[in-house]
């Protein structure tokens, strides 16, 4: 199962985390700061896998942004690349050649994409146009949502309350 | 109160002002952020759900990429939860999945919320309760929320059902009692036409397999038809994974599914499947000669392909193979040591690992000479793990693959010369070991410590101090094999040996003491035949020694790095061993009194109460030799005696031969009358204070390895204070105790020593030899062939062993209990006790009708056995009484597996077969006619 997901910039700037297994803040901190250590110093030409703590990290770097993830001994390392491609495609997809900036400033976004696409730590949904379906609608939603939410007569309604 | 919040709505800061006003960073990240968490603190008590909810949104992105606390707002999460609108929910569900554990308090109130929300008509509601149920359940959400799971799980959305299977695995680990309400349905799933389900469900069965793999054998015949039918990767891997844990466990499973993986291997293209099959057969299936072929067929394409990652992955799927199939890695041995120069340091650790896995005793000599020259030229961290798994591996099981110790021991000094070399305390520890254990390597041994003291280079580097602490025990505790004790005692006495630390110099002392206890006593023995007068005559003593004093103290006062200087009328290296004249012994006395008069005076006690001891010892003999010479003859014989006595003493004191201790020397020993071993030893404590007492293991050897351990600690602080730092530690007296013999048993073991012993081929000469790749590879392919072992012209020495070995007993592990709990609950499901599923359900789920779902339960059944029907026609179509049989006598084979297992210490599949009593009562009377028609439904394996 995967253990945690992270996004980390070239210079060390953390830009998403999700934990599947139990971890305390402190915790988190601590793990991100050793393993972002190991990771972006090692040249690019290496392999994309680093043992660490007993688990296996398997990371890949996309322009300026690492993405990692943290799986047990005997996960698929293959595997788990080809989900973070996955994942990396369907941003692509949903914000239109996505950039650092793109999950920077939304970074909740990135995260509900996330979350259709892994539960538990496990892979839910491998079709990439299923995920941005459901993505579109919950948008949606929250978008009418957003529109009641801004009209006159409704800030009206709380200004009177 | 409302026109606040009106203020706090209109000007409320959105997510994306924040993110912007910290990138613009005008006041400073931290100031930003804590301006930023107080706005925060404010809004969040807002009456108004939009400002909350933004509040919310802001405090999410701080906790998760600032790592900030959010605990406070647990409680406004939830009120912002009970919003009717979509995008509040949507922020609240974010934000609770992030924030919640097991321990917050506020998880009580979050119930009902869930309920509702997954109950709801909306599917994407239900799927973010869910989403969140995934990350947050705790034993009460999911014994409470367990129905609504159940319900889910057989839902016609396909978003949501998926999302429920991905929730079920944590609610069974939470609450193994859902096994018994959702493990059918569950089950349903797997045949279902949709992959997505698929992949979803077998997921979930590869993470509980993974725990205890036993429970799931039964769904075997399900596993195999998704094995042979999917053609969607991301199932199929994790089917195997299933597989890869199942076929251990049943020989016959093995067998059946070793086909179906190996036409995967042969077909796919995706490189993470055949990474898949590979892996599978190597780890669980590598008695199956042709599949382990292809396996290895697929690894050396891997090793030869230009990806890195796939390079390491052959690398890791090749060491498995090693375990079982050596000739795997031998048939790749080149591409393994060239990948030894990779520039990725993990492919480089991986293949160093293989090249290990092939040593053995024919070839251990050149695999280090290639690995030695390897380490010369690495960076510092690759060279002591090469050093490191050299160390370890020749050390393995008693040096069971060394053959010729003297050549390991040059071995060993040559490693300590290497730049990098950190591995002293390990090297120390060989040192020693194997002076003890072998008594025919000694007189090497001691050669190769004399090297390593004289060269006063190696006191600048503090990570060899260990070495030359194990060399100078070394050279004084066999100093009989050493071919000139002068150079010896010059040695260990050299001005530079300042840069040790104490303890390590006390070593030093103990070991000059040694070595002149040697000499006066071998000078002595000579002259006992010989009439008193003839050696004393022949001396000027006066003279001698007012000249020796003087070229002495020139020498101490250059304090220069070459101190191994040879006084101008005495020539020790001249000397042969057996012929010492009375000026050598003079010397040597002088010399010694002379490096030991300011260290009587030393800060440290350790050193201080040496040097007065040994300055007292040459006192009380010093004076006797020089009256007697200057009296010439005058001297009457008892006094001569009494000399020879007191060096006899000392001798003897010394040349009591040590050796290994084994663990269970302790328990040999009688246990003396009234003493109570069970006392209560609280009082202890108090007088220990912050040292504390050594753990409650009954190994014996733990209280002066822990000593040592204290020792250590300190040592390696000190070597960071600075060197002249105080050293007043009792441990260290305790070390040092160990290594002078107190401790160990006198060995009853005698060997004849042979001083001709043939030496080992120089290594330093080799060391010339380029390290090029190309000559590196031709040496290791001359020594990884297996040779036979008559290529040996010396027999292997004995290496002393204790009776039950060195090897520490490892504590038996005991097994988690809520592991059992679940691994119960599926196995009563699948093996059909229904008496426990009918009242655990009453209890749980009173709100179900029960009959309905026993008639689910029973159409279920029936598919199974269908299917298990099916399986078995194909290999063999016969009635089912020859099932039957067949299945008796599976039975049979079974149980004497079980029993192994069960002495094997297993206490978990002791309690598993207790608790789940009422199925092991129904196997015991499986004979019996009136329960065939329950039985074969519940028989985990005879369908194969």
């Not at chain 1, 996004?7 to 972002?36: C, D, F, H, M, N």
């Not at chain 2, 014994?143 to 059902?161: H, N």
């Not at chain 2, 040559?414 to 120390?428: A, L, V």
């Not at chain 2, 101490?556 to 001249?574: A, D, E, F, K, W």
């Amino acid at each position: 199962m995967i253990h945690f997901v992270l996004l980390i910039s070239r210079q060390g700037k953390v830009r998403l985390t999700k934990w599947y297994s139990p971890y305390s803040q402190k915790e988190r901190a601590k793990v991100i700061r050793e393993l972002s250590g190991v990771i972006l110093t090692r040249g690019p030409k290496l392999c994309n896998f680093v043992d660490w703590r007993g688990f296996k990290v398997v990371y890949k770097r996309y322009a300026s942004l690492y993405f990692c993830m943290c799986i047990d001994q005997d996960d698929n390392e293959l595997e788990i690349l080809e989900i973070i491609h996955h994942y990396v495609e369907i941003l692509d997809r949903y914000f239109g050649s996505v950039c650092e900036l793109d999950l920077i400033f939304n970074f909740h976004k990135a995260y509900y994409i996330l979350d259709e696409l892994l539960i538990a730590g496990e892979l839910q949904e491998s079709s990439k146009k299923t995920v941005a379906r459901l993505i579109a609608a919950q948008d949606s939603l929250v978008e009418t949502a957003k529109e009641q939410a801004n009209s006159i007569s409704n800030i009206i309604a709380q200004a009177t309350k | 109160m409302a026109g606040a919040s009106l203020m706090d709505t209109l000007f409320q800061r959105s997510l994306e002002d924040l993110i912007k006003g910290m990138r613009q960073q005008l006041i400073g990240e931290p100031a930003f952020i804590s301006k930023a968490m107080e706005e925060i603190r404010r809004e969040i008590k807002s009456t108004d759900l939009s400002t909350k909810s933004t509040a919310l949104l802001k405090l999410s992105y701080l906790s998760s990429l600032h790592f900030h606390d959010m605990s406070f707002a647990d409680f406004h999460a939830l009120e912002v939860l009970s919003s009717p609108r979509f995008a509040h929910k949507m922020i609240a569900y974010h934000a609770i999945s992030l924030s919640f554990h097991d321990a917050t308090p506020v998880l009580l109130l979050i119930t009902n919320h869930l309920r509702k929300d997954l109950t709801s008509t909306n599917e994407y509601e239900v799927s973010l309760s869910l989403q969140c149920l995934s990350k947050i359940a705790n034993v009460d959400l999911a014994r409470d929320l367990t129905p609504e799971i159940f319900t889910l799980l057989s839902t016609s959305k396909v978003c949501v059902r998926k999302k429920a299977i991905g929730v079920v695995l944590r609610v069974f680990w939470k609450y193994p009692d859902a096994v018994r309400v959702c493990f059918k349905r569950l089950v349903e799933n797997l045949e279902n036409s949709d992959p997505q389900m698929v992949s979803a469900v077998v997921g979930v069965f590869c993470e509980l397999a993974s725990k205890d793999p036993r429970s799931y054998l039964p769904l075997a015949p399900e596993f195999y038809r998704i094995l042979v039918d999917s053609r969607n990767n991301w199932v199929l891997i994790k089917v195997l994974k299933i597989f890869a844990r199942l076929a251990p466990l049943e020989p016959r499973l093995a067998e059946k599914v070793v086909e179906p993986i190996c036409d995967h291997m042969r077909r796919t293209v995706a490189k993470s499947l055949l990474f898949e099959c590979v892996r599978t057969i190597v780890n669980s299936l590598s008695e199956y000669e042709s599949a382990v072929k292809l396996a290895v067929v697929k690894i050396q394409e891997f090793l030869l392909d230009d990806d890195p990652n796939l390079k390491y992955l052959g690398l890791r799927a090749l060491s498995t193979v090693a375990e079982k199939h050596l000739w795997a890695v031998l048939e790749n041995k080149e591409i393994v040591i060239k990948s030894l120069s990779d520039v990725d340091p993990n492919i480089k650790v991986e293949s160093l690992r293989l090249v290990m896995k092939m040593v053995s005793e024919s070839n251990v000599a050149e695999i280090s000479r290639v690995l030695l020259n390897y380490a010369l030229k690495s960076g510092p961290e690759f060279c002591n793990k090469i050093l490191a798994s050299i160390l370890s591996t020749c050390s393995r099981n008693v040096y069971e693959i060394i053959v010729d110790f003297d050549w390991y021991a040059s071995l060993l000094g040559e490693m300590s010369r290497i730049p990098h070399c950190q591995k002293g305390e390990e090297i120390e520890n060989q040192l020693i070991d194997i002076g003890m254990r072998v008594k025919d390597v000694r007189p090497k041994l001691a050669h190769v410590c004399r090297g390593l003291l004289i060269d006063p280079a190696l006191l600048g580097n503090q990570f060899l101090h260990r070495i030359l602490s194990a060399a100078a025990w070394v050279s004084g505790e066999y100093v009989e094999f050493s071919r000139n004790p002068f150079e010896l005692v010059e040695a260990l006495l050299q001005p530079r040996t300042i840069l040790l630390l104490p303890a390590i110099r006390a070593i030093y002392i103990q070991s000059a003491f040694k070595v002149l206890t040697f000499c006066l006593h071998t000078y002595l023995l000579q002259n006992k035949g010989t009439t008193f007068s003839s050696w004393s005559d022949t001396l000027l003593p006066g003279v001698l020694s007012s000249d020796f004093y003087e070229s002495l103290a020139d020498l101490s006062v250059g304090n220069g790095p070459s101190v191994t200087v040879t006084p101008g009328h005495v020539s020790p290296s001249s000397l042969e061993r057996n012929d010492l004249s009375y000026e050598y012994i003079v010397n040597m006395l002088n010399l010694v009194e002379l490096a030991f008069g300011p260290l009587s005076g030393s800060n440290d006690v350790e050193i201080q109460d040496r040097a007065q001891n040994v300055l007292g010892f040459i006192d009380l003999i010093r004076e006797k030799v020089l009256n007697s010479s200057v009296q010439k003859g005058n001297v009457s014989e008892g006094k001569d005696v009494e000399v020879a006595d007191i060096v006899e003493l000392m001798h003897h004191a010394f040349s009591e031969e040590l050796g290994p201790v084994s663990i269970s020397a302790q328990e040999r020993v009688p246990l003396p009358d009234g003493l109570i071993l069970k006392e209560n030893l609280v009082d202890l404590e108090a007088i220990c204070g912050d040292i504390g007492l050594p753990s409650s293991n009954s190994f014996p050897f733990e209280s002066t390895s822990y000593k040592e351990e204290v020792g250590n600690s300190l040592s390696n602080l000190e070597i960071k204070e600075g060197l002249e730092q105080l050293n007043e530690s009792t441990s260290l007296l305790a070390e040092h105790r160990k290594r002078h013999g107190l401790y160990y048993l006198p060995s009853d073991k005698s060997e004849t020593i042979s001083n001709d012993y043939p030496l080992a081929n120089d290594p330093m000469s080799q060391d010339n030899a380029t390290d090029d790749t190309n000559d590196l590879l031709k040496l290791a392919e001359q020594s990884f062939v297996p040779r036979r072992k008559s290529s040996h012209t010396k027999p292997r020495p004995v290496v002393v062993k204790l009776d039950n070995g060195d090897e520490i007993p490892i504590a038996s592990r005991k097994s988690e209990p809520k592991d059992d709990s679940l691994s119960d609950a599926v196995r009563d499901v699948l093996l059909g006790s229904e008496a426990i599923i009918r009242t655990s359900s009453q209890s749980n789920l009173s709100d179900k009708p029960p009959n309905k779902r026993k008639g689910k339960e029973k159409q279920h059944r029936d598919i199974h056995e269908e299917l298990k029907e099916n399986l078995v026609d194909d290999r063999n179509p016969s009635s089912r009484r020859s099932r039957h049989r067949r299945h008796g006598k599976e039975r049979r084979q079974r149980s004497p597996r079980k029993k192994n297992a069960e002495e094997g210490g297993d206490n978990g599949q002791k309690e598993k077969q207790k608790s789940s009593h009422p199925h092991g009562r129904h196997r015991q009377r499986a004979d019996e006619p009136s329960n065939v028609a329950g039985q074969t439904s519940e028989v985990p394996d005879f369908l194969l």
